[in-house]
């Protein structure tokens, strides 16, 4: 089945993001790879203080204009990373 590496969006894991972004960037280059990497959010488990400047789900797109903006990736790539390799790797877990 394989794995997916959920990248949170808590400190002191990240800065905020465009850390998150960087390090998406960083995984997909050095492992050629974009299938496997998704959001780890944990919206209803984070204390106050612990988020970054992704304060809910509204804010996720921050991350993906970085992805965009400063990374060159397109639509499906950035689609794959916020929703699509999750729901994939969610669907062969539980069947």
């Known amino acids: 089945m394989g794995g997916t ?3 949170g969006v808590s400190q002191p894991f990240f800065a905020g993001s465009q850390h998150i ?4 960037n960083e995984i997909a280059q ?3 790879r974009i299938d496997r990497l ?5 919206f209803g488990g984070l204390p106050l203080g612990l988020t970054t400047d992704i304060k809910g789900p509204e804010d996720l797109i921050k ?3 970085a992805l965009s903006e400063q990374f060159g990736f397109n639509d499906e790539q950035i689609k794959k990373v916020m929703r699509t390799n999750v729901k994939e790797w969610l669907g062969k877990a539980i069947k």
């Open 5 to 7: 590496i959920g990248l």
């Open 21 to 24: 972004a960087e390090r998406i």
């Open 38 to 42: 998704a959001i780890g959010s944990d």
């Open 30 to 32: 050095k492992t050629g």
């Open 63 to 65: 991350i993906a204009e």
